[in-house]
C-alpha cells in the first residue's frame, strides 16, 4: 500500500459541508487502498480574521520588538480547528482519523517567524500511525522551533507542508486539491480555448507560479522538485459520488515525454515600471540604484539599460511589484541627489506576459514567433526579459487579453 | 519578590480593546515588583462558536466511537488565541511577555479529553521564565495529555487552571478577575443591601459556587483549599489609571479573624422537585430509585422521605437539575413498573434557598432563626437539607426574593 498525500486549502474547507466532501474524497482514497496523509489549511477567511487581530494587538506597530513568535501563536489556531473537525467528521464517516498539529509530528522549522522554512519532518511517528491504518490528517502552514515555539510558513504555506511531508513519507504523490481542476495553458477567463494540461514539470510550474498564475506556492513547488515528489493539481468542488477529475500533474522533465516547446502563457498585471533617463555613464551607477533598493527590501524584477543619444548619458527601466511602487520612487529620489541624474518616471499602466516552456532549450525562433506575433497585432515591447525556458515582455496593461490570446494561438496552444 | 498568578475570563478579553485594558492591568502587578503568570480564557463567544462547530462535525452524532480528543484540539484554539494576543499587547506596552501553551508548561491532565483533571505542572521552565523577568500568559483551560494530545478541562476550566498554576508555583496569591468585583452577601440584583465580603473560606465559597452563586468554578475553590491558594475575586473593568478594587479573598478558616454565623444567602431556581406517593414500604425501594437515576447519570440533591397516613406506604420527594427532570420522569416511570407505587409529580416551580457559614458549626439555632424569618413572610418549607456549613429549603419560586431578603436581614448581613 502507497502513501498518499492529499491537501486541501481554505476555501474546500470552508465551512462544515465543505469538510464533509473533502472528508468523502479522503474516505474514498482510503478505499482504495492509499495510506492517506490529508494536510488542511484554515477554513476560509479564518487566518484573515486572526491577522487582524494581531495587527490591532501592535504587531504592525512601530518601534517595537517584533512580536511575530505571538503572531504564529494566534494564526497557526486556524488550520488546528479545521485538522480538528475534519478528523472528527472522518470519524463519524467510520474512518479512523488522528489530528496532527505541527509540534506533534514535529515539523521542524527554523526560528523565522510569519515566513519559517522546514528544516525537518521526523516521519517515524507519522508513518507508524499511517502504518496502522490512521489517516493521518495534518495542520498545514505550521512548524515548530527547536525551542518548542509555534512557527508559521507564512501565507500558502500549506501547500508548502504537504510537500514537506509527501517527500518525509516517501509518499507516491502529493495531491493538491483547490478551487481549479488542474493547470491550464492560459487563464480560461482571458481565452477560452485554454486547454488543460495533462503535465508540466517543476521548472514551468514554478515560472508560471512566480509569474501571477496562482494555483501552487513557487516554494512548494521548489521543494517538490527539489525531493521529486509528484504533484497533482485537480478540483475538491465535486459532488458526492463524482471522482474528481485527473487534474494536472506536476512532475520532473524526464516524465513528460511529449515535450512542447511552450506550455503555457502567464501574464501579470502586478508590476509598474520605473524609468530613469540621463544617468551619468560610469562604473558603480547601477550598484548604487539597485543596492538601495534592496537595502529596502524592493524586489526588481525586469531590468534594461540603454545608452542616449548623448554619449556619456544612459537611461534605465525596470519593474518592481506595483505595492511596492511609491517606496521605490522615493528611494530612487534619494539616489537622485547621490548620484545625480535628470529624471525619473513612474508607469503602473504596464503588463507582463509570459511563455513558458522547457522546449525552449532545444528550439531556435522561439523569442523570434513571440515578438512577431505580437507585432502582427500592433502590440508594443517595452522591456524584454529571458530566462532559459521563459521569455517575458512588459506591454501597455490595454494589450493584455490581446497578447496573450495571440500568444496562445502563436504556439499552437488551444490545439493541444 | 513574590509570585502572582492572575486570571482573566472571556468577557474580560472578549475584544482588542479590553486586551489592552487587561494588559494595563498585569503591567500595574509588574510594576509593583510581582513576578506575573496570567491566565486568560477565549475571547467571550469564541467557545461558543468552536463548540457549535465540532458538534455540526459530529461530535454529538450518536452510535459512534467518540471524538473528544479532535473536540479538544479544536476548542483549545480560542485559549491559545487570546494568550498570543495579549502576550503582543504587552510586548507592545513595553512588558517582557511570552505565551504558553498547554503542552509547553506543560499542564499534565489526564485524558477525559472535554473534562480532564489537572494531573501535575511542573514549575521549572515557567518559573524559569518569570525569574528572568519575563510575564507568563497562559492558555487557560487546556493541557497535555501523558501521550501528547491536547486535553480541556471542561467549561470554566481556566480558573482551574489559574489556580493549579498559582499552587505548582507556590504563589503568593491567585487573583480572579472577572464581571464582578467580589463575592457578595447574596445577589445584589434582589437585595440591593448586600454587602461585598472582604474575606471567605474556602468552604463557605464552595457552598456558594454549587447552590447557583456563580464566581468561581467549584473545582478551582477545592483545588484552592487543597493547596492553600488565597484566591482574590475581583473586576476587570476599571478605567485606565483606575485601581481594582480589593474584591474578595477566598481563603483557609484560620485566616479569617471575625467569622460569621452566616456569610451569605445564596439560591438556585435550577432544580425540580419530583414527588413519589404511596411507595411500598420497605427495605431496597430507595436504593431501586436512586439507582436507577445514577446509572443514567442524573444527580439528585435533596431526598426526604416521610410515612403516608396508611402504615404501608411511603411518599419521597427530592429535587434534580430541571434539564434532568424529564428524563428522570422516565427513568422514575419505568421504576414504578417494576416496584409499583401510586404516582409521580414534578414540579418545576421551585426555588431553593441556602444560608451558608462556617460559624454554623460552633452555633446553636441557626436553622430555627431561619425557619421563623420564613414563617415571618409566610414562606412554606416544602423540603429541607443540612450540611455542617449550610441549610437549605425548597419553596415555591414565587417566593425567592421576598425569602432571599428575609434571610439576609435576619442574619444581619445588610449591617457588615
Known sequence: ??????????????????????????NAEVEAGHKVAVVVSAMAGKTNELVAWTDGAGAAAEGIEPSDDEYD??????????????????RNMGVRAKSWLGWQIPIIADDAHGKARIDG???????????GGEVA???????????????????????TSAVAVAAALKAER???????????????????????LEKISYEEMLEMASLGAKVLQTRSVELAMAYHVPVRVLSSFVEPGEAPGQGTIVC????????????GVAYSRDEAKISLFGLPDHPGVSSEIFGALA???????????????????????????????ARAMEIVDKVKAKIGFEGATCDEDVAKVSVIG???RSHAGVAQSMFKALADKGVNIQVISTSEIKISVLIDAAYTELAVRALHAAYGLDKL
Not at 502513501?3 to 479522503?26: Q, W
Not at 519532518?121 to 502504518?131: F, Q, T
Request: some cysteine; glycine content about 10%; aromatic content about 4%.
Open 1 to 26: 500500500m502507497s502513501r498518499l498525500v492529499m491537501k486541501f486549502g481554505g476555501t474546500s474547507v470552508a465551512d462544515l459541508e465543505r469538510i464533509r466532501r473533502v472528508a468523502r474524497l479522503v
Open 73 to 90: 501563536v494566534v494564526v497557526a489556531s486556524g488550520e488546528q480547528v479545521t485538522a480538528g473537525l475534519l478528523s472528527m467528521t472522518l
Open 121 to 131: 519532518i521526523p516521519p517515524e511517528k507519522l508513518g507508524a500511525a499511517m502504518d
Open 137 to 159: 490528517v495534518i495542520a498545514g502552514f505550521q512548524g515548530v522551533t527547536r525551542d518548542g515555539r509555534i512557527a508559521t510558513l507564512g501565507r500558502g504555506g500549506s501547500d
Open 174 to 196: 502529493c495531491d493538491i486539491y483547490t478551487d481549479v481542476d488542474g493547470v491550464y495553458t492560459t487563464d480560461p477567463r482571458i481565452e477560452s480555448k485554454a486547454r488543460k
Open 252 to 263: 520532473d522533465e524526464e516524465e513528460i515525454v511529449e515535450k512542447r516547446i511552450v506550455s
Open 295 to 325: 537595502d529596502a527590501n524592493v524586489n526588481v524584477d525586469m531590468i534594461v539599460q540603454s545608452h542616449a543619444r548623448s554619449a556619456d548619458t544612459a537611461n534605465m527601466e525596470f519593474t518592481v511589484g506595483k505595492r511596492d511602487a
Open 358 to 360: 522547457v522546449g525552449m
